[in-house]
């Protein structure tokens, strides 16, 4: 967003950072994969540099969860 009540031109985001990624991640996921949610996440934790010890523990933490709903 943009407010341009004063000389200078002062610009703020419209979403938070978590809905912006959200949905690009959506689009991502729907142009780039199909709409497979497995593919997008086989493809980031398969390229690139390997997930720390704790980003693989905090990920088995949200399977679980997701498990248990």
């Given at each position: 967003?943009?407010?341009?009540?004063?000389?200078?031109?002062?610009?703020?985001?419209?979403?938070?950072?978590?809905?912006?990624?959200?949905?690009?991640?959506?689009?991502?996921?729907?142009?780039?994969?199909?709409g497979?949610?497995?593919?997008?996440?086989?493809?980031?934790?398969?390229?690139?540099?390997?997930?720390?010890?704790?980003e693989?523990?905090?990920?088995?933490?949200?399977?679980?969860?997701?498990?248990?709903?």
């Amino acid at each position: 967003t943009r407010d341009d009540s004063n000389r200078a031109h002062i610009y703020s985001p419209a979403l938070s950072q978590e809905e912006t990624q959200r949905q690009l991640l959506g689009k991502l996921r729907q142009h780039a994969f199909g709409g497979s949610t497995l593919q997008l996440v086989l493809q980031a934790l398969g390229s690139g540099e390997p997930a720390t010890q704790e980003e693989l523990a905090r990920i088995r933490n949200i399977i679980a969860d997701l498990e248990n709903r």
